[in-house]
């Protein structure tokens, strides 16, 4: 037997088997090199991503915060707004509580003569009738000779400014043209003068118009 | 998505809820504004003229006079007017008005109008009365009319303002009689209230005195003395003819007209001395009214027909009485001077205008029946023949300006007085016509 070639034979299997190993191990490797590649080219992928929906969230989050922050102070704005709203409209009805207090008792007092002034707006509703009437009863144009004592009441709205809104005659003198008359004297009169206090203002005037006095 | 949808739709919700609120605020407080009303008594008056401005009708220059000034002139003269300067205005009563300026102007009323050629030599005049403070039409006319009948149309249009802003009737387009002396020449005129317009109804080289007007103002009664005597004579003015109606021996004078227009009353001498009759307006059926032995003249009836007022030297003064037109007991009615004559009755009989002697002045007084109070009411010396205007307005009556006749009015409460602008010549016993319809 040949010993030489069996050992040449075995020698021979060995380096095969060697270069085999060698390959797998050079294969093997590769795919690991390649599977590393891979990997980090995933990771990195990964990263990006990560990255990106941080700043997306980022960005989503500043809006909400900005629209939150734009809604409260819309919020705050409109709560302001309200309560000015709902302030002004209570200081009217109290103002107008007031007026119609005051008004109450100066026409108490005045209509019960009881001769404890109120606060002094009894004085104030005197001198604004006496301008009133003044004012009117300068543009009042009637001939001094006419026959009997016509008499008329007319119905007047005022604003606060005393600018006249409406009149209206609810009781004729029987002489249209003696109404006419009296009608145009209120007409030119407004807007008549305003109270010196603004508590005795009165929407409403009853204006009672006689030629002469009685005798 | 449903949400959002829902948001405007919830507010306005509450929007509406908000309206309710206020306007339930408003009925409170009209509710309680009822309750509380200021009551202010006024009295009298700060003037006694209405301020007016008559704008110049459009187109009126193609008539003589112009329309507005004829307008203007009759509301000054009446005293119960202020005409206010408008200039040159383009306005007419197809305008719109804007109330602003005369406001400012401080005018009660404003007249604008126009005068538009129709064809033929005939007009339109047209015009609308404002009320500027309560910027509404009063009224508004229109007339068609030739170039003669200028004047005439502004007086309408005058006497439509005056009624409308007074309540009475004016009487610019009512007509007086006067007699004019021109040297030997006696003519009785009718002219326009104002003056103007003036035509001989008839002419005489003797005197013509005592006119009176029927009450429908068709026939002029007077005394003519072209027979060398006093006789009343009636004269028809649309016909020019006349009738001798009181011509009996002695003197006829001082016609009067019952209200009803079928009665004359006269004095008549025929029975010796001059007494009162009353006879039937064509002169038939005289009766001696009353019997006195004193000089009894002057009569005049009183709006109801029912009184006859007149001048009596009964007392041995000559003063006013009155007597029932049936006859019966005699009032005496003036005591205050020696000398009160020629008593007219007021259109509503509630006064007695009279001529006053006071000292050596002749003046037109006047007297309130109910109190019997007497005022004078000018402020001339020679005053005679007193005429109430027929809406007891004005009085006209005759007086002397260096010892020429001139006629003169005033108001009946004496704050207006005017001389008439009649032409040349001695002018004497005016009497104011009735309205005309």
Known sequence: MDIALEREKEIRRLEEVERKRREDEHRRKELEEK??????????????????????????????????????????????????????????????????????????????????????????TAGWVDKIRAKIRGNVVLPPDLPGNPQAVFLVQLLPSGDIVSVRLARSSGNKAVDEAWERAILKSSPLPQPDKREVFQARLELRFSLRDEP | MELTYNRPFFSACRTVERLFRILAICLALLATAAHAQLTIEITGAGGNQIPVAVVPFAGESALTPAISDVIEADLARSGRFRTLYTGPQNLSDTSTVDFAPWRGKNADALVVGGVYPVGGGRFEARFRLYDVPKQAQLGALAFTLTVQQARATAHRIADFVY????????????????????????????????????????????????????????????????????????????????????????????????????????????????????????????????????IDTEPFYAPDGQSIYFTSDRGGSPQIYRVAAAGGPVERLTFDGSYNVTPRPSPDGKYLAFVRRDGGRFQVSVMDLASRQVRALTDTGRDESPSFAPNGRMILYATQVSSRGVLAAVSSDGGVKQRLSVPAGDVREPAWGPFLN
């Open chain 1, 35 to 124: 599977q590393r590649k891979e990997e980090d080219a995933r990771r990195l992928e990964a990263e990006k991503k990560r990255k990106e929906e941080a700043q997306r969230q980022e960005a989503e989050k500043k809006r909400r915060e900005d629209e939150a922050r734009a809604k409260a102070a819309r919020d705050k704005q409109r709560v302001a707004e309200e309560r000015r709203l709902k302030e002004d409209l209570e200081r009217a009805r109290d103002q107008r509580l007031k007026d119609q207090l005051a008004r109450e008792l100066g026409s108490t007092t005045s209509a019960a003569r009881t001769g404890t002034p109120v606060a002094g707006d009894a004085g104030a």
């Open chain 2, 163 to 294: 009624e409308k802003l007074t309540g009475e009737r004016g009487v610019f387009s009512t007509r007086i009689a006067y007699v004019v002396k021109n040297g030997a020449r006696y003519q009785l005129q009718i002219a326009d209230a104002d003056g103007a317009n003036a035509q001989a109804a008839l002419s005489s080289l003797e005197p013509i005195i005592s006119p009176a007007w029927s009450p429908d103002g068709s026939r002029l009664a007077y005394v003519s003395f072209e027979n060398k005597k006093p006789v009343v004579y009636v004269h028809s003015l649309a016909s020019g003819k006349r009738q001798a109606v009181a011509n009996f021996r002695g003197s006829n004078s001082a016609p009067a007209w019952s209200p009803d227009g079928r009665s004359l009353a006269v004095v008549l001498s025929r029975e010796g001395g001059s007494q009162l009759f009353l006879m039937n307006a064509d002169g038939s059926g005289a009766r001696r009214l009353l019997s006195s032995s004193a």
